[in-house]
Structure formats: structure tokens, C-alpha cells
């Protein structure tokens, strides 16, 4: 009976979602994400009651009153409002490459373990995706194969796999930038084959970029990933690493050479303030850039559709007109115009198709990878922050220390012969130095977590940048590749109607 009871609530909790969130027309992403936002595995129906569910999806709702309409209603509006050049905040110009050498520091750290992986031209293909029962907003998701070479390796993962590699990445390797995922989405039963091809694309970037960094390869988590074949034993491996707490220390951290670098240097301030302004108008202008873009591809849909129409209609007047013994040139006008259109539209569906890979899905992609890297802008900001506060709490408790004057209450190290006591009452400077050992060592750690943190933020990006310059080219290569073409075949379209007319013309004047 109790499970009986459980199905039924667990199925009266879907169908609220299929008529509050589904049927509506909701994005069913974004609302997965808002439901992760309030609870851990909040994507687990099971994980909510019934009146919990019923209020979070008000709750979302109420969110969503500015979301974009759907895409009916995209090409009737015509577009968002033009982004307009002089209401972008300048940024002061600061180039990174003029400020290579910002004040280091060096720290002894332990030294990774190499894997199979590292040292290794790794390429990975995620493919054959297969729908498994399962999921939230129905009982299917989707697995995929992932084959690693030069090893041969073939395993199965689904979504949630790639998601608990990527935070365990996040979580063993602070502040390095860890590529982004493609948003998870659910549908009711089943997904849409256009939506599984765009995810696996993204999936497949993910994964190579991943393995692009030999740090990550000498990760025991993506090597397990890759290689696992036994369900059991890669969940088992996966949750060991969930379960432990890496040392938030600097020395702890696990380098390939065994060497942590620092930059404490003020010049990084005004840097990272520069690289925040850039990162979030960038994401402004690319979100009103990946609209206008979806907008122009439904639109090209319809034109393609309706060129299909019309080219049906004229085959029919040509069918129409060679059973009534019609003059041969107008009836071999017919024939000319469908063949016309019919080739057009082979031509405008090509051309939809490498905008949408080459223009829309790439240009969201970077969206998502500039977003990836604000995450480690906002990790330093929120270090920096903990570090002031930790700065000005102990800096007040070493005032009120020294003010009182008692020597035993200090917090000094007793130990250490070389502390002149005299000192640490009668001068200032020198007590603070001193004093509050226990929560100076603390403080340092700290300071040392944030010079981290800068350097690294500064390493990622360069590589960032550079991997950006060289996908952008091979991108845009690729384009002009595949649409050039299309603008001479729709020539040559036009160019044998116009020959059609020109002979045509000569017959007749001929008789």
C-alpha cells in the first residue's frame, strides 16, 4: 500500500509540473536549475514533497514574468533593442601581456601523480546517445558513449556523470578554469533529436577541453571517468572523492611540478576589475547576439518552408498545363520556376544549418565559457572579501591585546627565545608581528590562498584568450568554408533561369 501511496504522489507531483511548467512553455532548464538552487539534488522529484514542489513552482513563476516569449512571438516582436556603443562603459585599457612579471612568490606544494593520461595526445568522442528510464519531468534521459583514444576505452555516462566530474574538478583543482556544460534539460518523455545532437556537441567539447590539461589528466577522477566500465566501481570512486574535504592550504595543493605560485602584486586588482567589466558585458551583448541569432534561424525555417510550397504549386501548374497541351515555353516556364525554388530552398536550408552550428551554437558556447571563467573572478572575490574580514577582525583583537598590556594574554610563542617581551608591550610594530601566533599563521594561509587564486586567474585567462583566438579562426574557417558555396550554387540558380529566359526570347523572335 505504501507503495502504491508513494507512486501516486510521485505521479500527482509530475503532472503538476506537466500543466504549471510544460504546458505553459516554462524553459524546463532553467526551472531545474532554480529547484537545484533551493535544495541539494533538487532535480530529484523524490526529494520534494508535494506542497514544497507546488510552492517552488509558484515561486519560479513569479520569476519569469520578463523570460522571452515563445517563438512565435520572438519573430512578431522582431528582435530586442539595439545595443548601442556609446552607452558601453569604457574600460580602461590594461593589457595582460605588459604585465607578465606581477610580483611573485614561490611555495613548496606536493607534486601530482601521473596518469595513463598525461603525456598523451588524448582525444575523446561522445556518441551513440540511447534513451534510459529515468529523469524528472519524465521517465527517460539520455546516455551517451564515450570512447577515449589512443587507449580504446568505451564507457557509457549520462549527464549527471559530466556534471559530477566538472564540480569535482572545481573542488580538487582551485581556481583553475574548468570548461562549461551545456545546460541539462528534461522534456516530458523524451527529448528532441535536435536538442540530443546540440548536447552532445557540447558534451564533446567539454571533455576534449578537459583533457587538454595535463594537470587534469593527472587526476585519478578523469581517468576513472574515461576508463571505468563497471557502473559500480566508477559511482564508488566518484563518491570517495565527494566525500573528502581537499586541504584549503596552498602547501597541500597537488602540482605537477610540486610548486605553488603566488602574486600578491596591487597592480592584480585593477586587472581582475577590467576582466569582470569585460566578462559582463560580453555576456550582455552575446545573450541579445544568440536572440537575434534564434530569431533569424526560425525565420529562415519559415522562408525554407514556405520556398517548399510555392515550388509544390508550381510542379502542380506545370502538371496542370502539360495535360492541356499549353504553349511548350510556358509550360517549361513552370518546370524552370519549381526547379528554381526547390533549389533555393535546398540552399537556404543548408545556409540555416551552418549558421546555427557555425554562428548561434558556437557564440553560445563561448557565452558559456566566458561565464565559466567569471565563476573563478567571483571564488578570488569571495577569498578577498573572507581575507579582509579575517584582516580587520584579528587587527582589532592585536589593538585591544596590546592595549591592555598583559603580556600573558597575547598569544605569543612562548617557545621562541629570540622574542624580546619587553618589546611586545612597549612597541607596537613589533607586537603585532608577534602577537596572536595561532591567528597570524591563519591570516597568512589565507593571504597566500588569495595570491593563488590572482595568479592562477591570471594564467587561465591568457590560456583562455589564446584557445579562444584559435577555436574563433578554425570556426570561422569552417564557415566560410561551407557557406560560399551555397552563395554559388544560388548563382548558378539564377543563372540558368536567366538563360531559360534569354532562349526562350530567341525562339520566339525566331517564329
Known amino acids: 500500500m505504501e507503495g502504491e501511496e508513494n507512486q501516486g504522489d510521485f505521479q500527482k507531483k509530475q503532472n503538476l509540473l506537466q500543466k504549471e511548467i510544460i504546458d505553459k512553455n516554462y524553459d524546463k532548464t532553467a526551472f531545474i536549475n532554480f529547484c537545484m538552487s533551493k535544495k541539494d539534488n533538487g532535480d530529484d522529484l523524490n526529494n520534494w514533497t508535494y506542497d514544497e514542489l507546488s510552492g517552488i513552482v509558484q515561486e519560479f513563476i513569479s520569476t519569469q514574468k520578463d523570460n522571452e516569449p515563445e517563438q512565435h512571438e520572438i519573430v512578431q516582436k522582431g528582435g530586442e533593442e539595439e545595443i548601442k556603443t556609446e552607452n558601453i562603459e569604457k574600460i580602461e585599457q590594461f593589457n595582460a601581456e605588459e604585465h607578465k612579471n606581477f610580483t611573485e612568490n614561490k611555495i613548496a606544494c606536493k607534486k601530482l601523480e601521473k596518469t595513463q593520461l598525461n603525456d598523451k595526445e588524448v582525444k575523446v568522442t561522445v556518441a551513440k546517445p540511447v534513451t534510459v528510464e529515468g529523469g524528472m519531468f519524465g521517465k527517460s534521459y539520455i546516455k551517451y558513449e564515450v570512447t577515449t583514444q589512443p587507449f580504446g576505452w568505451t564507457v557509457e555516462r549520462r549527464y549527471s556523470d559530466f556534471d559530477a566530474l566538472r564540480k569535482l574538478i572545481q573542488k580538487y583543482y582551485p581556481s583553475f578554469y574548468v570548461p562549461p556544460l551545456p545546460q541539462k534539460k528534461i522534456g516530458n518523455k523524451r527529448f528532441t533529436e535536435s536538442f540530443i545532437q546540440k548536447r552532445m556537441k557540447f558534451l564533446n567539447q567539454f571533455i576534449n577541453h578537459v583533457c587538454e590539461s595535463e594537470s587534469f589528466k593527472a587526476s585519478e577522477i578523469l581517468e576513472a571517468f574515461l576508463s571505468y566500465t563497471d557502473r559500480g566501481k566508477f ?11 581537499p586541504s584549503p592550504y596552498v602547501e597541500e595543493y597537488k602540482t605537477l611540478d610540486g610548486i605553488i605560485s603566488i602574486t600578491l602584486d596591487e597592480k592584480n586588482e585593477k586587472y581582475f576589475k577590467n576582466t569582470n567589466k569585460y566578462f559582463n558585458l560580453q555576456e550582455t551583448i552575446l545573450d541579445k547576439v544568440n536572440y537575434n541569432l534564434k530569431t533569424l534561424n526560425h525565420n529562415m525555417k519559415v522562408v525554407s518552408e514556405l520556398i517548399k510550397v510555392i515550388q509544390k504549386n508550381f510542379e502542380v501548374l506545370h502538371m496542370l498545363n502539360t495535360r492541356v497541351m499549353m504553349k511548350p515555353v510556358i509550360t517549361k516556364s513552370y518546370e524552370e520556376i519549381a526547379c528554381f525554388f526547390k533549389n533555393w530552398g535546398n540552399i537556404l536550408t543548408k545556409q540555416r544549418l551552418l549558421i546555427k552550428n557555425h554562428m548561434k551554437d558556437f ?66 610594530a613589533y607586537a603585532f608581528k608577534y602577537i596572536c601566533i595561532a591567528d597570524t599563521k591563519a591570516l597568512e594561509r589565507l593571504h597566500n590562498q588569495l595570491g593563488y587564486a590572482n595568479k592562477m586567474n591570471l594564467r587561465e585567462l591568457r590560456k583562455l584568450i589564446k584557445e579562444y583566438c584559435v577555436r574563433f579562426i578554425d570556426n570561422m574557417e569552417a564557415f566560410n568554408t561551407g557557406f560560399y558555396p551555397t552563395i554559388t550554387d544560388l548563382l548558378n540558380t539564377w543563372t540558368n533561369v536567366e538563360n531559360f529566359v534569354r532562349t526562350s526570347q530567341a525562339n520566339i523572335n525566331v517564329k
Do not use: P
Not at 559511482?235 to 574535504?245: R, W
Not at 580587520?392 to 600573558?408: Q, V
Open 363 to 428: 557564440f553560445k558556447y563561448i557565452n558559456l565559457e566566458g561565464k565559466a571563467y567569471s565563476e573563478l573572478i567571483v571564488r578570488r572575490e569571495e577569498l578577498k572579501s573572507k581575507y579582509n574580514s579575517e584582516n580587520i577582525r584579528i587587527t582589532a583583537k592585536k589593538e585591544k591585546l596590546f592595549n591592555t598590556g598583559d603580556i600573558t594574554k597575547m598569544e605569543y610563542d612562548t617557545e621562541d627565545k629570540c622574542i624580546n617581551t619587553a618589546s611586545l608591550v612597549s612597541d607596537k
Open 235 to 245: 559511482e564508488s570512486k566518484f563518491k570517495e572523492y565527494q566525500t573528502l574535504t
